[in-house]
């Protein structure tokens, strides 16, 4: 029968989920979100998103950081709102903060759209089906299962190249910087550590940290970890990458924080979480109990995922995640 593989996959991971899964401390949600917003509409929409992830992650774990960033940098530029999924010479992708975002993970989107609305037709947002896959990425790589709230409507544009630039932060920002941007965003300095957290899976290239190497070392930087880091970036200019956190690039869990108490974090942005007393006190907290961590990770993912949503009657449910709607019925009648 056609429903049993999906049914099996669903007793599968029961266990998995119970034993990841805490009364986490939800904030309130948005006007026009639901924990349960495609019950009657969709109801297999979440087994749909998993069953599908967990194949892609088993032939590149790695999408799973892709997923997870392009989601951080579509609630980050214009709110939560597939804005990021636009393309076009000055869509957001085209920014220079969004050039690295991985195409494969874009194309994942796509292909989850097509699965989804093959089950339940033109129903769900591509910004819900952004937010589920970056839940499933947490989860399926060893992270916490939460809920995530959905009801989120597409926007018809895309953020000026200027707002894109401005509403992400560089790797090189500072601790002040940071949290001026999280503040902006309605998010503390809890949120800011905790979400930081996000890089204990992915990889950074060596442009984005080329300059706590040369000309000199930063003295921030302990020494062995360093050492590695010339083998894989010899010049300024290497094209290479490494794992943002080299203890367990591939598992959502807490080395990221223990990475940056022994002097190891990858991007600036990361390891002076560790040098500004203001946040140091929390990276240690979080090196010391992956629980703690993982607590106020889903709270501040959650709240981060309700930014300036669009709801009710406001945008669209894009049938194509990369145009909108009137763009995509243009095309289809040439």
Same mark, same amino acid.
């Given at each position: /029968? ?17 034993? %990841? ?33 967990? =194949? ?34 000055? =869509? ?50 060893? !992270? ?19 707002? $894109? ?24 300095? /809890? ?29 921030? /930087? ?20 490494? !794992? ?34 203001? $946040? ?14 993982? %607590? ?7 709240? /981060? ?12 449910? %894009? ?16």
């Amino acid at each position: /029968m056609a429903f049993k593989p999906l049914l099996l996959l669903l007793i599968s991971s029961l266990p998995l989920i119970s034993s %990841r899964s805490e009364l986490h401390d939800y904030p309130p949600l948005a006007d026009g979100l639901a924990w349960e917003f495609y019950d009657d509409t969709c109801h297999d929409l979440e087994s749909i998103v998993r069953a599908h992830l967990r =194949s892609v992650f088993d032939s590149d774990v790695g999408l799973a950081a892709g997923l997870l960033r392009v989601f951080f940098h579509d609630c980050f530029v214009q709110g939560c709102d597939g804005s990021v999924l636009l393309t076009g010479s000055d =869509s957001e992708q085209a920014s220079p903060p969004n050039q690295t975002l991985r195409p494969k993970a874009l194309q994942v989107i796509d292909d989850l759209r097509g699965l989804v609305d093959e089950a339940c037709g033109s129903v769900v947002s591509c910004a819900d089906i952004t937010a589920l896959a970056a839940r499933e990425a947490v989860f399926l790589t060893g !992270g916490p299962y939460f809920k995530m709230p959905l009801g989120r409507r597409d926007s018809v544009t895309f953020a000026p190249a200027a707002d $894109t630039i401005a509403s992400i932060p560089s790797p090189r920002s500072n601790i002040t910087a940071l949290l001026k941007t999280f503040k902006d965003k309605k998010l503390s300095l /809890m949120d800011l550590v905790a979400l930081s957290g996000a890089h204990t899976i992915g990889v950074g290239h060596c442009a984005a940290f080329a300059d706590r190497l040369y000309p000199a070392q930063d003295s921030d /930087m302990d020494p062995s970890y360093a050492k590695r880091l010339y083998a894989t970036c010899p010049t300024a200019t290497a094209a290479n990458a490494t !794992g943002l956190d080299f203890r367990s690039p591939d598992a959502f869990d807490n080395m990221y924080f223990v990475d940056l108490v022994n002097g190891e974090g990858l991007l600036a942005s990361d390891q002076g979480l560790f040098g500004d007393e203001r $946040t140091k006190k929390v990276v240690k907290k979080f090196a010391g109990e992956q629980k703690r961590f993982f %607590r106020k990770f889903v709270r501040a993912v959650i709240k /981060m995922s309700q930014l300036d949503v669009l709801t009710g009657s406001k945008g669209e449910i %894009r049938r194509d995640c990369t145009v909108p709607n009137s763009a995509a019925a243009g095309l289809s009648a040439m």
